[in-house]
Nanobody
Framework: QVQLVESGGGLVQAGDSLRLSCTASGRTFSSLTMGWFRQAPGQEREFVGAVNQTSGSTTYADSVKGRFSISRDNTKTTVYLQMNSLKPEDTAVYFC?????????????????WGQGTQVTVSS
């Protein structure tokens, strides 16, 4: 089993930056592909981005490409989501996810571990 705990959410204004963190425990972190999803009120969960085990590769949704970046520190068993130039439409609950296999997948069912989520609210 893998436990994921997110932190760093909050209320910001449009144009601001925010960094989310997710700390993992319970399994060798370096073996996990890590990612982020988000869910806005009344909408389905949306893939945000993912990073492979060695930080050698990342992938992002078109809606965040160029504004968000994912990184990980395997020594701290933590993955980060740096969000810049935030927009009101980025308002959502952000979930940290992990999968036990390689591959930068974008489907929510590809990830077998989920955090509880952290709220990000962007005011206009």
């Amino acid at each position: 089993q893998v436990q994921l705990v997110e932190s760093g959410g909050g209320l910001v204004q449009a144009g601001d930056s925010l960094r989310l963190s997710c700390t993992a425990s319970g399994r060798t972190f370096s073996s996990l592909t890590m990612g982020w999803f988000r869910q806005a009120p009344g909408q389905e969960r949306e893939f945000v981005g993912a990073v492979n085990q060695t930080s050698g590769s990342t992938t992002y949704a078109d809606s965040v490409k160029g504004r968000f970046s994912i990184s990980r520190d395997n020594t701290k068993t933590t993955v980060y989501l740096q969000m810049n130039s935030l927009k009101p439409e980025d308002t959502a609950v952000y979930f940290c996810v992990a999968r036990s296999y390689g591959g930068l997948r974008t489907g929510e069912f590809e990830y077998n571990y989920w955090g509880q989520g952290t709220q990000v609210t962007v005011s206009s």
